[in-house]
């Protein structure tokens, strides 16, 4: 297992953890809701890495892929779609 930081310091790193991330998911090291609460920890902690004009860096298309940021966009809707329930 690896670790999650809070802050990572350049888009580089915040891909690096996604695809650790989800590639442990894939390998059937981590479970579904630890992999989930780990992407919005990633993604809620280092959003001006990952988005610009409300679209993922090209440098975070690049590094994690298609596959992969369609898991992240379904568990940051996921997440939207949760508040909006409760609130």
Known sequence: MFSIKTFYKNQKEVAE???????????????DEEMIRQIKFIARNNDSLLF???DYTTLIKQRCGKR????????LL??????KMEG
């Open 17 to 31: 953890a996604i695809n650790n991330t989800i590639d442990s998911y894939w390998k059937n090291d981590t479970d």
């Open 52 to 54: 610009k004009d409300g």
């Open 68 to 75: 992969r940021l369609e898991i992240v966009n379904k568990i």
């Open 78 to 83: 996921l997440k939207e779609t949760q508040q």
